[in-house]
């Protein structure tokens, strides 16, 4: 199998699935009880904390809370933000976030509370200009992605937070970071220092699946999302999954040793190999973001005249496995919401495949995609070339 698809999912390092294995076989204790507290799992649980700060050059207090996942870190993010906007001010996100943050703003517009979009230009970044037309000082909450899913465009977070905590001092910052971290090296000073939240899940740095945190920094204070047994420091409680923790840790710290070695220029060089090859082929296709700063590993593309959700199964077929950007519902399948956005047309839309490769992707591996691509054009779908 080729398995392109690395921002749906990663697959998890050896070491990850060995530490997680340990965990869940010899040392499954709850790590809440004396007989936990006796091997160290507290331990276990401060050194993973620690790794992720390394890998997104957090601060030694910035506090790390574990999650479920960013789906999970995204709605209590969005709760708090709910909260403090309660009978005052606004609220404002980006209208191309991932569902877990777009679908909980809607929620809170139909409940009334006073929610502001932030569209993007045709390279699918945001637009500053629109930006700074809207925020004034009674801006109560901002959650604003730092990469996108499905585009891989790198949002300029740094001048929209700078922007955001000069108009409107008390306003919190959220930034969704599932795609961006492990993929890149992140300067938080440089690019995070106005956010106060930052989501992030673990499978999408060759970590464990049902695990991922929030990292809450600048003293931020938050009521507590899961009440109950006061774990983690009265703000989320429950049972920690401890084999799961351990795996993110050695996932984070892995990762960070990848990047420091510039492995990230390795996936980008794969990545450019492949759209070199697809512009080639198919001199009519369009690369979405091209023109924008993005991720070094994703490549949204689209071929005229081919259907994208047909692509994938028949690729699927062969071993070889990419997506769409589509959404499915029971009744129908719709195109890239964000490309929609993007201005593109919804026939060109329809087009779209998302590759996103990982550190274990290669040149040879993206030659076998690209010649079935072309095979697939010349054959069946007769695509404009």
């Not at 060759?206 to 990292?215: E, Q």
């Not at 920690?240 to 220029?265: C, E, F, H, Y």
């Not at 590759?355 to 040149?363: D, K, M, P």
Request: a negative charge; glycine letters at 8%.
């Amino acid at each position: 199998m080729i398995y392109l698809d690395n921002n749906a999912t990663t697959k998890p390092f050896p070491e990850v699935v060995d530490v997680m294995t340990q965990f869940m076989t010899s040392r499954f204790w709850n790590a809440s009880s004396a007989y936990g507290q006796l091997d160290g799992l507290e331990e276990v649980v401060e050194s993973a904390k620690a790794a992720i700060r390394t890998l997104i050059g957090a601060a030694p207090d910035d506090e790390v809370v574990f999650t479920s996942g960013a789906t999970e870190s995204n709605t209590w993010a969005v709760a708090e933000g709910a909260r403090r906007a309660s009978g005052c001010g606004w609220i404002l996100t980006s209208a191309i976030e991932h569902p877990s943050v777009g679908e909980a703003f809607d929620s809170l517009q139909e409940q009334g509370v006073d929610v502001r979009l932030l569209q993007v230009t045709r390279d699918g970044v945001f637009d500053l200009d629109e930006l700074e037309a809207i925020v004034d000082s009674n801006l109560r909450f901002a959650s604003l992605m730092f990469a996108h899913n499905e585009t891989g465009v790198i949002q300029p977070l740094r001048e929209a937070t700078s922007l955001i905590r000069e108009r409107a001092p008390e306003c919190l910052i959220h930034t969704d970071a599932t795609q961006a971290i492990g993929k890149i090296p992140i300067s938080f000073a440089e690019e995070l220092g106005e956010v106060d939240l930052i989501s992030f899940s673990g499978h999408k740095f060759h970590g464990p699946k049902g695990i991922g945190g929030l990292v809450i920094c600048n003293g931020a204070q938050l009521k507590p999302l899961i009440r109950g047994g006061g774990q983690q420091n009265n703000l989320r409680s429950g049972t920690l999954n401890i084999p799961a923790i351990g795996g993110l840790s050695v996932a984070a710290s892995k990762t960070s040793r990848l990047l420091k070695a510039n492995q990230d220029t390795v996936v980008r060089t794969v990545r450019d190999y492949f759209e070199q090859r697809i512009s080639c082929l198919f001199p009519k296709a369009c690369i979405l973001g091209s023109q924008a700063k993005r991720l070094p590993n994703t490549s949204f593309f689209g071929i005229p005249g081919s259907d994208a959700d047909d692509l994938v199964h028949i690729l699927a077929g062969e071993g070889m496995i990419v997506s769409t950007g589509s959404s499915c519902s029971a009744n129908s399948i719709e195109p890239s919401r964000t490309a929609l956005l993007m201005k593109y047309e919804y026939k060109e839309a329809s087009t779209l495949l998302r590759f996103s490769a990982s550190y274990e992707n290669t040149i040879d591996e993206v030659d076998v995609l690209v010649n079935k691509l072309y095979e697939l054009s010349s054959r069946e779908h007769k695509l404009a070339l």
